[in-house]
């Protein structure tokens, strides 16, 4: 069982950045493929980021390429998602995620076992 904790939300102006956190606790981090999804108002959960087990490879919904970027530090069980150049549009919530594998990146929701609360992301224009 892993427990996941996002933090780093808030409210930022148009063009700002924000960097999201996530804490693991439980199971074998190392074990997971790690993603970041989030879900406006009205809106179905999209895929915002994913990274594998060991960071080798990332990718990226195309709203959000090139402007965030998905990290993670299996030593501190943590996995960030550092989101610049912000636009209205990004305003959500965000939640973290964790599914068992060591193959590759995760993009579908139904692949991921585990899920976060959620932090609320708030672009102002």
């Known amino acids: 069982q892993v427990q996941l904790v996002e933090s780093g939300g808030g409210l930022v102006q148009a063009g700002g950045s924000l960097r999201l956190s996530c804490a693991a606790s439980?199971?074998?981090?190392?074990?997971?493929?790690m993603g970041w999804f989030r879900q406006a108002p009205g809106k179905e959960r999209e895929f915002v980021a994913g990274?594998?087990?060991?960071?080798?490879?990332?990718y990226y919904g195309d709203p959000v390429k090139g402007r965030f970027a998905i990290s993670r530090d299996n030593a501190k069980r943590t996995v960030t998602l550092q989101m610049n150049s912000l636009k209205p549009e990004d305003t959500a919530v965000y939640y973290c995620?964790?599914?068992?594998?060591?193959?590759?990146?995760?993009?579908?929701?139904?692949?991921?076992?585990?899920w976060g609360q959620g932090t609320q992301v708030t672009v102002s224009s």
């Open positions: 995620a964790a599914g068992f594998s060591r193959v590759g990146v995760l993009r579908s929701q139904n692949e991921y076992n585990f």
């Open positions: 439980g199971g074998t981090f190392s074990s997971y493929a």
């Open positions: 990274i594998s087990w060991n960071g080798g490879r990332t």
